[in-house]
């Protein structure tokens, strides 16, 4: 089984709707990440979270909201869905080893178009 | 300017070929630098962490060079499964909060 999971995989919605994207993992870490990924421009960070009672904005937050329900569970909410939010959205984890970064995990990916 | 800068390539190589990536970054206090792989469609995946002295993983050599604010990716006797796009990745400077990815060099390695 997969580390870090998302659901759903691929997803279609019309402009105005709410939709929530969601994230588990099974690594024990616990920084956890949202990013979106569009072409050209790599992947930027909307949120982040370092347990569940930390929760920090990234460059791209406008638009999104996100909630830490567990260690292991990390979701990502669209209160109205736009066209430009259409993107390939990934989740991550990483652990922190108190003297440098460390690797990130990445679930597979959500494939979120916005009609 | 962007935090981390890239060529987007692609870079179109035979297999065999050695070839180079660069990646510059901005931020001079930055503390990790990574090499993650992407194949397309699919999530990254780390690739290599770079370290100041260089370090090597067997055909893949990366290199850091803090004064002028890059890191390098070289890839020795390419692979067709080389193909892939290689993203730059730098932490941030203070608690290790934030990675910062740059776009991505596509490269094909051709038959």
């Known amino acids: 089984d997969a580390d870090v999971t998302q659901t759903p995989r691929n997803r279609i919605t019309k402009t105005g709707k709410r939709i929530m994207l969601e994230c588990s993992q099974t690594?024990?870490?616990?920084?956890m990440y949202w990013y979106r990924q569009d072409p050209g421009l790599g992947l930027r960070l909307i949120y982040y979270s370092f347990d569940v009672k930390d929760i920090n904005k990234g460059e791209i937050s406008d638009g999104y909201s996100v909630s830490r329900q567990a260690q292991a569970k990390f979701s990502l909410s669209l209160e109205s869905a736009i066209p430009n939010q259409t993107a390939l959205y990934f989740c991550?984890?990483?652990?922190?080893?108190?003297?440098?970064?460390?690797?990130?995990?990445f679930g597979p990916g959500t494939r979120l178009t916005v009609l | 300017r962007k935090e981390v800068e890239q060529d987007p390539g692609p870079f179109n190589v035979p297999e065999g070929a050695t070839v180079a990536f660069n990646c510059t970054y901005s931020n001079s206090a930055s503390q990790s630098f990574f090499w993650y792989r992407q194949d397309c469609r699919k999530e990254p995946k780390l690739l290599m962490s770079?370290?100041?002295s260089g370090n090597e993983d067997g055909r893949f050599t990366a290199q850091l060079n803090r004064a002028s604010q890059y890191i390098s990716l070289l890839i020795r006797d390419s692979k067709l499964s080389d193909s892939a796009t290689y993203l730059c990745?730098?932490?941030?400077?203070?608690?290790?909060?934030?990675?910062?990815f740059g776009s991505g060099t596509k490269l094909n390695v051709k038959p």
């Open positions: 690594k024990g870490h616990d920084r």
């Open positions: 990745v730098v932490n941030g400077v203070y608690n290790f909060n934030k990675f910062y």
């Open positions: 770079v370290y100041s």
């Open positions: 991550a984890t990483s652990d922190f080893s108190g003297t440098e970064a460390s690797e990130q995990f």
